[in-house]
């Protein structure tokens, strides 16, 4: 890898589907966690599969669920509505603290990957619609927590992708503006958001969503975050 190039000195990843992949932990998180939410009683259990798009049969979430981009808050709200409470703030705690324990999958060995990176000199972040808390708790687990210039979930003060100002909070705190930002994610939110915030959107496929959903937001599409080096190097080429 290059030195940082002209066009990126500071790099954001999403979290879910982009740090780990998506299905190794979030499907494996739902089928233990969604049984306990119901109480063993297998009306609750439809219910918050249906409101979750969780696909009970072959115990994965299906492409629309708001899991996949969904901030805690919302995802809260929808399992307090199949549960019938009302204190959503409650299960929003009760989603965290679960969350948190979820069994990770890295998409790659983050820490030398992450090392690499941080020695060529960008500036690197976490932006996550998952809690600022889980967040800490997963990145903490992988041994990569002090790697993150910065770290930010939904509820952090910024807002939630795919609005564009928790992506400004990063440039703000590494002080880089956004023309030499780019950001990885999953889902069209993340990418939607870099395109709200001015700076560089790339795609890849270690979610649910697919090329041909991602490629018209980004900049590019990497089958996962080990390629990211070759198209930082390949876009410092044609400066």
Not at 136 to 147: C, P
Not at 154 to 175: I, M, R, T, W, Y
């Amino acid at each position: 890898m290059s030195g940082v190039s002209d066009a990126i000195k500071a790099i954001l990843f999403d979290k879910d589907g982009t740090l780990f992949d998506f299905r190794g932990t979030w499907d494996a998180w739902a089928a233990g966690f969604l049984p306990e939410l119901s109480g063993g009683d297998a009306d609750v259990l439809a219910e918050l599969a249906r409101v979750l798009s969780f696909d009970l049969k072959s115990q994965a979430f299906l492409p629309n669920s708001v899991v996949i981009a969904g901030s805690n808050r919302e995802i809260s709200q929808m399992i307090a509505g199949a549960l019938k409470r009302k204190d959503v703030a409650m299960v929003e705690q009760e989603l965290a603290d679960s969350a948190a324990k979820a069994p990770l999958a890295p998409v790659v060995e983050l820490a030398p990957f992450l090392n690499g990176l941080k020695q060529a000199g960008y500036k690197l972040g976490v932006m996550t619609n998952d809690a600022h808390s889980v967040a800490d708790a997963h990145l903490k687990s992988a041994g990569v927590h002090e790697l993150f210039d910065f770290i930010c979930g939904s509820d952090s003060g910024f807002g939630a992708k795919p609005e564009p100002e928790p992506l400004l909070a990063f440039c703000s705190h590494v002080q880089v503006d956004p023309f030499h930002t780019v950001m990885l994610g999953d889902s069209a939110h993340d990418l939607q958001a870099a395109r709200a915030a001015g700076m560089a959107g790339v795609g890849v496929l270690t979610g649910v969503a697919r090329a041909p959903e991602l490629a018209p937001l980004a900049d590019a599409v990497l089958n996962d975050i080990s390629e990211l080096p070759a198209w930082l190097d390949k876009k410092a080429m044609r400066r």
